[in-house]
């Protein structure tokens, strides 16, 4: 809702702007956002029927390849994830963020076309080569946590497309969240940047709470014109990113000061705000680009962020993971009831990311709000160990994980921003999101090889539990700058 002519009149301009500032801006960059991670994660739905023989509508794909392809993402999500957000910060916000939503919409509507003679000249090339090395170099990571990485057999023309596909999405997504994150900090004050990150952050939960049941229900239900249900999860899925693209441009302003839908006092104000903040934690000696860049790969904060996130991301992929198993108990009980079970680790960890976000603005405190989730999340998830068969007990602590491993989120973004300026920061949190995306590719292989080996997951349980503990610890050594904390108006 906007700001109206009564509330105008009694608030005070400092009120106004921000009120105006996150109608404007936060509903919109959710929906982008609720939309990218459906993208994404789409995939995990498909696969069950893409796994099908050729001659019942599938592709005759088996895990090693489904898995391979996921991993293969990240490759493309390396190469443009740092580039992105110093795009970002000294190019065009609007105009990155609608090429990237338009690439993306385009590459994953594609997706839905891969076996099919329209992308038959991407078979030209072999791209199990190209990509072997990659993939052998990650495998040598995941063998460290005693994980067999599969092997890159059968290279089929539709593995080709699919891999590359994969490869491509990778690269139009790169520098999406990140870039948001770079965004926001041109329109929100140090002190209210965890409560609008966590208003955007809100669409991953949403997405898994909506996006999963709705492609399921496409695969399940469409199948126009002759083509399987999986083909159409890409491809109804896809269309709206690419509208929402063009609507980006229009719509998203750079910022404060070409908004003509902000008022001249409350843009000045933010204006101030801002500027204040910048002069505050600029720092000494040469302020160059190129300069930031590097002291963004050297600062220790840097590392240590990245090897935080590394973590809590391989944890929570781990979550996901987990949370079918404990749906397939529920036997005798409705698919709904079973699906309202699946969901509810993602709205707790909603509301307590709303929550947790607001008042580490109100209080000014960093460090342990972004510690108490990751501690809160690696108990409960060594508690689940505990509870057995009991499925109360079960999916109590599974709605705590799901809240240690929401709530932290908002608050840990606001730290980049907290030490570091202009394309510092936006380095540091390219740098911070690519790296820590690579949870996404060990943490399933990890709980998926433990359970295949010993029949149970506890072991995978006590490794995600341990993960988590990891980044809690490594969050303790997080220190907020004095200089930074600027009072409000």
């Not at 909603?350 to 405190?365: C, I, P, V």
């Not at 599974?398 to 730290?415: M, R």
């Not at 349980?461 to 200089?483: D, E």
Request: proline share 4%; aromatic share 12%.
């Amino acid at each position: 809702m906007a700001v109206t002519a009564a509330e105008s009149s009694s608030l005070s301009v400092a009120d106004r702007a921000r009120k105006r500032i996150t109608w404007r801006l936060m509903p919109f960059l959710l929906l982008l956002y609720f939309l990218a991670y459906i993208d994404r994660t789409n995939v995990g739905v498909a696969a069950l029927d893409m796994k099908k023989p050729l001659g019942e509508g599938g592709l005759g794909f088996d895990d090693a390849v489904i898995g391979i392809g996921a991993g293969i993402f990240f490759i493309g999500y390396f190469l443009l994830e740092v580039p992105g957000t110093l795009i970002v910060e000294r190019w065009s916000a609007r105009k990155w963020i609608a090429r990237i939503m338009i690439s993306w919409g385009v590459v994953a509507a594609l997706m839905g076309l891969i076996g099919m003679p329209q992308l038959d000249f991407l078979c030209a090339v072999d791209w199990c080569a190209v990509f072997r090395p990659v993939t052998a170099a990650l495998g040598k990571l995941t063998s460290l946590m005693r994980v067999t990485p599969p092997e890159m057999q059968n290279c089929t023309c539709n593995v080709k497309q699919f891999y590359f596909m994969r490869f491509i999405l990778g690269i139009a997504e790169a520098g999406f969240f990140p870039g948001i994150i770079v965004y926001l900090s041109h329109w929100f004050r140090y002190s209210d940047r965890a409560k609008a990150k966590s208003q955007f952050m809100i669409g991953l939960p949403v997405a898994t709470i909506i996006g999963l049941p709705l492609s399921q229900w496409i695969m399940n239900k469409v199948q126009w014109g002759g083509l399987a249900g999986w083909r159409w999860v890409y491809i109804l899925e896809g269309i709206p990113s690419v509208i929402l693209g063009f609507v980006t441009l229009y719509y998203l302003t750079d910022k404060p000061h070409q908004a003509k839908w902000l008022p001249d006092d409350e843009k000045a104000w933010i204006m101030e705000e801002l500027e204040r903040e910048r002069l505050a934690k600029q720092a000494s000696g040469q302020t160059g680009l190129w300069t930031q860049i590097k002291l963004a790969f050297s600062k220790k904060e840097t590392l240590l962020l990245s090897a935080l996130y590394l973590s809590i991301v391989i944890g929570y992929y781990g979550l996901t993971f987990f949370i079918p198993a404990i749906t397939a108990r529920l036997e005798g009980r409705s698919k709904i009831e079973q699906t309202v079970i699946a969901m509810l680790p993602y709205v707790c960890g909603l509301f307590a990311m709303l929550w947790n976000a607001k008042h580490s603005d109100q209080t000014g405190e960093r460090r342990w709000h972004t510690v108490w989730p990751l501690m809160m999340g690696a108990g409960a998830m060594g508690l689940l160990i505990l509870s057995g068969d009991n499925l109360g007990l079960t999916i109590f602590f599974l709605c705590l994980v799901g809240i240690g491993v929401h709530a932290y989120l908002p608050v840990f973004w606001t730290w980049p921003s907290a030490f570091m300026t202009a394309a510092t920061a936006a380095t540091a949190v390219g740098l911070i999101n690519s790296v820590g995306n690579l949870g996404g590719y060990f943490g399933p292989q990890v709980v998926g090889q433990m359970k295949k080996d010993s029949g149970s997951y506890v072991p995978g349980l006590k490794f995600l539990a341990v993960s988590i503990l990891i980044a809690g610890l490594l969050a303790l050594l997080l220190k907020l700058p004095k200089k930074t904390v600027v009072k409000e108006a």
